[in-house]
């Protein structure tokens, strides 16, 4: 979901950008999806470790497909259905601040605040924000609308959640662990995943699909395989250019 403040002049619209601009991290649970990737059809990895993304790409779109035996991909699309929600511990009182000194500071020729207003502007912000966290929050441990997520998989520790999702030690955490430093975006099972072998008697495939900010779960899908030593990942992502 993008964001526009009332200094924002027509041409710093979010809507006139060609890419996509990406929602604020883990600040509102359905925020608005990355545009349908076009193009080349993505190549798979050579084992787990793809090739480094150019810096600035934006949006990335990637299939993972798992094989194996029925009951073990039955139980692990069961173990990866979760809320789709990384349930960080954000200051309020913080963004609220941040917030109306960004609004303060602009020049009084763009804003068209008062000082006044800013606060108001910033209070109705934060209220927002915390209203959409908390209901999305709820959800952790309860919700299934996520059919790969990552948090329910792999969880995040406390301590890391206490420090906020852009805080440089959970960034870290996250790239070591995740591959990725956001949750995924928009992932759904995918109607016919190809399973890129031929399957033998008793064996199963689902696949899933989803976006990443320029960076691929390698990390987390390698953990995975090794958690599951009866199933067969496949990573395939695609640049979008």
Not at 111 to 123: E, K, M, S, V, Y
């Amino acid at each position: 979901m993008a964001i526009s403040f009332p200094w924002d002049s027509p041409r710093d619209s979010p809507g006139d950008n060609k890419a996509p601009a990406p929602p604020l991290p883990e600040l509102l649970a359905d925020a608005a999806p990355p545009r349908k990737p076009r193009g080349r059809r993505p190549l798979p990895l050579a084992g787990l470790a793809p090739s480094a993304p150019a810096a600035g790409t934006g949006w990335r779109y990637h299939h993972l497909t798992i094989s194996g035996p029925a009951e073990a991909v039955d139980a692990f699309a069961a173990a990866a259905r979760g809320a789709g929600v990384t349930p960080w511990r954000l200051d309020f009182e913080m963004l609220e601040e941040d917030i109306f000194h960004l609004a303060a500071a602009q020049p009084a020729a763009r804003r068209n605040l008062t000082i006044a207003g800013c606060r108001i502007l910033a209070r109705q912000f934060r209220e927002r924000v915390e209203h959409r966290q908390g209901r999305a929050v709820a959800l952790v441990g309860r919700g299934q609308g996520c059919p790969f997520d990552l948090h329910a998989l792999l969880p995040v520790p406390d301590a890391v959640l206490d420090l906020g999702p852009t805080h440089p030690e959970a960034l870290a955490w996250l790239a070591a662990h995740w591959g990725v430093t956001d949750r995924l975006r928009q992932v759904a099972r995918l109607k016919r995943p190809k399973p890129g072998r031929r399957l033998p008697s008793g064996a199963r495939v689902i696949g899933y699909g989803f976006f990443t900010a320029d960076e691929t779960p390698t990390a987390a899908v390698a953990t995975l395989a090794a958690r599951w030593p009866a199933l067969h990942f496949r990573l395939q992502p695609r640049r979008l250019d």
